[in-house]
């Protein structure tokens, strides 16, 4: 499997390319901004962008949604409770992020679903709590965790469709209920380290004891 963390944008976004060399079709996790260069890198190695993943539609996540579709053709994917979302922000909130609209979902995934490239496979875990239709990610040795559960921290549940009590409930119940040594892939830079363990945020992460 090839994977790429890319930060990008403002809000120190992590962009993640998934692939299968052997195939050459992968994916791209929350493309927020610098399309351009998530694409060069995906290049690089071989890899053809099939599926725009977003692990919720906010629009810190989405902005990058219509460049890199119409450059690649790539389907959007995203969980259905979040399905609105990719086309209802406000056109104040995109000025404010200098965004721009983010295309409808083309694949509406639920908790459970897969999706695949090549031979690499991730499965949907769905992880309300920061939004309605927050999802976290999930192959062998990796959970791409979205704004579900940061290194040392956890999203906000401050926000309109947001619940610390069901979030608090799904980190433990479907992350950390994975295996110790996972490797977590956070939805942005805000901890000490860009990426950590399952292991390490059952010990250390405060929000999590």
């Keep these: 499997m090839f994977l790429k963390q890319?930060?990008?944008?403002?809000?120190?976004?992590?962009?993640?390319?998934?692939?299968?060399?052997?195939?050459?079709?992968?994916?791209v996790i929350?493309?927020?901004?610098?399309?351009?260069?998530?694409?060069?890198e995906a290049e690089k190695k071989g890899i053809r962008v099939k599926y725009i993943v977003n692990t919720h539609g906010h629009v810190d996540h989405i902005s990058g949604n219509q460049e890199m579709k119409k450059m690649t053709g790539a389907l959007i994917v995203v969980h259905e409770a979040d399905a609105d979302m990719l086309v209802s922000t406000p056109a104040m909130?995109?000025?404010?992020?200098?965004?721009?609209p983010s295309p409808p979902a083309d694949i509406m995934v639920s908790d459970g679903d897969t999706i695949a490239?090549?031979?690499?496979?991730?499965?949907?875990?769905?992880?309300?709590?920061?939004?309605?239709?927050?999802?976290?990610l999930y192959?062998?040795?990796?959970?791409?965790?979205?704004?579900?559960?940061?290194?040392?921290?956890?999203?906000?549940?401050?926000l309109p469709g947001a619940s610390?009590?069901?979030?608090?409930?799904?980190?433990?119940?479907k992350i950390l209920t994975l295996p110790d040594d996972t490797i977590?892939?956070?939805?942005?830079?805000?901890?000490?380290?860009?990426?950590?363990?399952?292991g390490r945020e059952k010990r250390t992460n405060p929000f999590l004891r």
């Design 6 to 27: 890319m930060q990008v944008g403002h809000m120190a976004v992590f962009a993640y390319i998934v692939g299968d060399p052997e195939s050459g079709e992968g994916l």
């Design 30 to 40: 929350d493309p927020a901004a610098d399309v351009d260069g998530i694409l060069r």
């Design 93 to 100: 909130v995109l000025r404010m992020f200098g965004a721009k």
């Design 117 to 136: 490239v090549g031979s690499v496979v991730l499965d949907v875990l769905h992880t309300p709590g920061h939004t309605p239709g927050g999802i976290c």
């Design 139 to 158: 192959t062998d040795g990796y959970v791409f965790t979205g704004d579900t559960l940061f290194v040392g921290a956890v999203g906000r549940t401050d």
């Design 164 to 173: 610390w009590t069901v979030m608090y409930r799904l980190i433990k119940e």
């Design 184 to 198: 977590v892939l956070p939805g942005h830079n805000y901890g000490s380290s860009p990426t950590s363990t399952v």
